[in-house]
């Protein structure tokens, strides 16, 4: 059978789906960026990022600092949990949930023109525009629903549900 799984492994007499090598390559990248940018954050003060939230001008500085300490470990732990195949399907949600909210964010500074010099994706080292920023999360975007939607062949999942 084409694209038979055995024990979480392909079976090398069958041909590979090419929507189901999609859907890894998109998990990987996916996750890899979340692991890069919780990674980022982590290893920095977080009142670096939480002055990169306060720039939004959506959020006090209490709140911006919480969200400094927790946005990181969400965006670390989702990602590697998304890259290795666990709870595929959700993460895959959660990764897109967050680029969706991370695009609001960005849309409205961009619409009000705000004077954004770090977007805090990727730490306060990261000075690329807004719109640059924006488009690159469409992307990420793009590829976490592909991951959501093929993503789970070549996962744990697959490999502990073939098991079962």
């Known amino acids: 059978m084409p694209g038979k799984i055995i024990s979480g492994w392909i079976n ?21 960026v979340f692991i890069y940018a919780g990674t980022i954050k982590l290893l920095a003060p977080a009142e ?10 959506v959020t006090g500085s209490q709140l911006s600092l919480w969200a400094a300490y927790t946005i990181p470990w969400l965006e670390l732990f989702s990602g590697l949990l998304l890259a290795c195949g666990i709870f595929t399907r959700f993460n895959a949600l959660l990764c897109g949930a967050m680029l969706v909210f991370f695009e609001a964010l960005l849309g409205q500074a961009w619409l009000r023109g705000l004077p954004v010099t770090s977007c805090g994706c990727f730490g306060s080292g990261s000075s690329n525009s807004l719109g640059y920023e924006f488009l690159q999360n469409l992307v990420f975007l793009a590829l976490a ?20």
Request: hydrophobic share 45%.
């Open 48 to 57: 670096e990022f939480a002055y990169a939230i306060e720039t939004y001008k």
């Open 12 to 32: 090398m007499d069958s041909k590979i789906n090419i929507r189901d090598a999609a859907g890894l390559l998109a998990r990987l990248a996916v996750g890899g």
């Open 145 to 164: 629903y592909l991951a959501y939607r093929h993503g789970a062949p070549f996962s744990a999942d697959a490999a502990l549900k073939d098991k079962t």
